[in-house]
């Protein structure tokens, strides 16, 4: 029998709708957020608010982490209040963060000295996707660890593919996708572009497309935000997108994997940033584009 306590910790535009699915499909969900008020969000659908991330956890239980970066990850693993404190032997910590290969290695190494297992299992899916249930979810680690994640995946996303037992795996398959989508975004962008200086209408061109050539998700989700430049509220900030481009070219250049569209989209993103888009989708890279062809 699926074990129905879990630990969430990370209550942002992704961690919320994931812990209230759990709390929706029968879970007993203690919560941890550093910023109190996010969490406090999620009482009134029945989780309970823990001050630590310590508190939240129960000893040989297990732990979901949706953090925003591998420093985040790291405070509440191995600082001071942090869940490896509490967590024990037997518990199993599934992160559903985009880190780095490395980072979640470091962080499988000191679970295993306390008798406890990691998992890296990062998401594909923006926040309505989340609240759907509809996440693709990518997930490595130790077999027996996995197998105890398998319900929470169930709960949360469509789908869950397992990358093997390297507990970076999973992380370069993240990494590799966002790099994918980012590429996608750019694409469209010097599309839309060259359409728009010629006259064409851009929510027609998008149209056309994704029902014809690219009939796919991720060109009809964002092809459709390019189009009416939704940029605001993100689902998805600049500045995290930064982050996933900077780790993508680090996990490459380790691997001696020349990535020249990925220095260009690095590009686009610090060129973003510096005009004070970063709280910005991240598909507003398009802005530069359309910049640089006078459209705005």
């Known amino acids: 029998m699926a074990e129905k306590k879990v630990a969430f910790l990370g209550i ?20 941890f957020n550093r910023s109190r008020d996010r969490a406090e969000k999620l009482i ?7 001050d630590t991330p310590a508190g939240a956890v129960t000893q040989g239980g297990m732990v979901v982490t949706m953090l925003s970066n591998d420093a985040a ?41 306390i008798g406890a297992t990691f998992v890296a299992a990062p998401v594909f899916g923006r926040p309505d996707a989340a ?18 994640a398998r ?15 390297d507990h970076g795996a999973a992380n370069v398959v993240k990494l590799s996708g966002n790099f994918m989508i980012l590429s996608a975004v750019q694409a469209m962008s010097e599309a839309l572009a060259l359409a728009e200086k010629n006259g064409i209408d851009r929510s027609t061109l998008i149209n056309f ?39 993508a070219r680090d996990t490459a250049e380790a691997a001696m994997v020349p990535m020249p569209l990925a220095d ?33």
Request: aromatic fraction near 6%; glycine fraction near 10%; charge should be neutral.
């Open 12 to 31: 942002g535009s992704m961690g919320a709708p994931m812990a209230r699915n759990l709390l929706k499909s029968g879970y007993s969900v203690t919560v």
């Open 44 to 50: 009134a659908d029945g989780a309970v608010v823990s």
């Open 73 to 113: 990850l790291e405070a509440v693993t191995l600082g001071s209040g942090g869940i490896l404190e509490k967590l024990g032997k037997g518990g199993v910590h599934v992160s559903m963060s985009t880190v780095s290969p490395e980072t979640s290695r470091k962080l499988a190494s000191k679970h295993a000295e």
């Open 131 to 148: 609240a759907a249930q509809k996440l693709y979810i990518c997930f490595s680690g130790d077999a027996e660890a996995k197998e105890r």
């Open 151 to 165: 319900p929470v995946f169930s709960v949360l996303g469509q789908s869950a593919t397992d990358f093997g037992n």
């Open 209 to 247: 497309f994704t029902q014809a050539n690219f009939a796919c998700p991720v060109y009809q989700n964002y092809g459709r935000i390019l189009a009416d430049r939704s940029y605001e509220p993100a689902g998805f900030k600049l500045e995290l997108g930064m982050k996933d481009i900077r780790l």
């Open 264 to 296: 260009l989209l690095h590009a686009r993103l610090l060129e973003s940033i510096a005009k004070g888009r970063a709280g910005m989708d991240w598909t507003a890279i398009e802005l530069a584009t359309a910049e640089d062809a006078a459209l705005r």
